[in-house]
C-alpha cells in the first residue's frame, strides 16, 4: 500500500482532472433534455411527476420512446466518463509491477472515481440548477463498465424484486443496497482469495466505492421509502406514446 501510494503522488493530478470531467458528463441531464424536445420546449421534466429528472419519471409523464431514448444516454454518460477514468489512470507507471493485475488495480480506481462523480453530476447537473435524477442508471452503466460480475448479481436482484413487486423504485433500493456487498464478494472471493493477483487494498477500496453508491442512491430515494412505508408507493405504468 505504501508503494502504491509513492506511485500515484506524482500523478495526484490525475485525480481532480478524472473528477471534473465525470462530474460535467454526468451534469448532462437527458431526461430534462429529451423532454424539453419532446414537448418542445414547453415541459420540464421537474416539474412533472414525480419530479424527479430521470428515466422512471420519464416513462411515466411523457412516454416509451423519450424513457427509451433518456435510458441509453443516461448509460452512455456514464460508461463514457468511466472509460476516460480507466484510460487516464492507465498512464500511471509503477515501480513495482511484479503481480500482472497490479496495473488493472489502478485503472479500475480511476473507473470507480470517475463512476462516483459521474453519478454525483447526474443528481446535481451544473448545467441544471444542481436538480438532476437519482442516479440509478448511471450506477449500473458504471457496474458493466467496471466489473460485468457484480452488474449480472445486481441486475438479477433488480429483475426478481421487480417480478414480484412491480416497483422500480424498491427494485431500485434493493440492488443499491447489495452493490457493495456484491463487490465485497466478487472481489474477495474471485480477485484476492483464488489468487489471480488482486490485492487485499483493492478490494477495500472497490467495496467501499461500491458502499457509498449503494447508500447515496438510497438516500436519493428518500421519498420514495417513505412512500413504500405508507404503502403509497405505485406500480409501474407508462404514459401511452
Same mark, same amino acid.
Given at each position: ?5 509513492? /506511485?500515484?503522488?506524482? =500523478?495526484?493530478?490525475?485525480?481532480? +482532472? %478524472? ?15 429529451? %423532454?424539453?424536445?419532446? @414537448? ?29 431514448? @433518456?435510458?441509453?444516454? /443516461?448509460?452512455?454518460?456514464? !460508461? !463514457?466518463? +468511466? ?14 509491477? $511484479?503481480? $500482472?493485475?497490479?496495473?488493472?488495480? +489502478? !485503472?479500475?480506481?480511476? &473507473? =470507480? ?24 442508471? %448511471? ?7 467496471? /466489473? ?34 456484491? %463487490? ?6 474471485? /480477485?484476492? &482469495? ?24 438510497? !438516500? ?13 408507493? &405505485? ?5 401511452? $406514446?
Amino acid at each position: 500500500m505504501d508503494i502504491l501510494l509513492h /506511485d500515484l503522488a506524482p =500523478y495526484w493530478w490525475l485525480f481532480p +482532472v %478524472t473528477a471534473a470531467i465525470a462530474y460535467l458528463l454526468g451534469s448532462i441531464n437527458p431526461a430534462v433534455i429529451v %423532454t424539453r424536445l419532446w @414537448t418542445k420546449g414547453k415541459s420540464d421534466i421537474r416539474s412533472m411527476g414525480s419530479g424527479n429528472a430521470g428515466f422512471t419519471n420519464v416513462l411515466r409523464s411523457v412516454g416509451k420512446v423519450p424513457a427509451i431514448i @433518456t435510458i441509453v444516454c /443516461d448509460a452512455l454518460k456514464c !460508461v !463514457v466518463a +468511466v472509460l476516460i477514468g480507466g484510460w487516464l489512470f492507465s498512464m500511471i507507471t509503477l515501480s513495482d509491477n $511484479s503481480a $500482472s493485475a497490479y496495473p488493472l488495480e +489502478v !485503472v479500475n480506481i480511476g &473507473k =470507480y472515481l470517475a463512476g462516483v462523480f459521474c453519478i454525483i453530476g447526474h443528481s446535481y447537473p451544473l448545467y441544471f440548477r444542481f436538480k438532476g435524477g437519482k442516479g440509478v442508471v %448511471t450506477a449500473a452503466a458504471l457496474m458493466a463498465t467496471e /466489473d460485468w460480475r457484480v452488474f449480472l448479481m445486481v441486475l438479477g436482484t433488480f429483475l426478481i424484486v421487480f417480478i414480484f413487486s412491480k416497483i422500480i423504485s424498491l427494485s431500485s433500493i434493493i440492488s443499491a443496497l447489495l452493490y457493495g456487498p456484491y %463487490t465485497f464478494l466478487a472481489t474477495f472471493l474471485f /480477485d484476492y &482469495k483464488l489468487g489471480t493477483g488482486f490485492e487485499l487494498w483493492y478490494v477495500i477500496i472497490s467495496t467501499l466505492s461500491a458502499l457509498t453508491i449503494g447508500i447515496f442512491v438510497t !438516500v436519493k430515494h428518500k421519498a420514495n421509502i417513505q412512500r413504500l412505508l405508507r404503502g403509497e408507493e &405505485k406500480k409501474i405504468t407508462a404514459k401511452k $406514446s
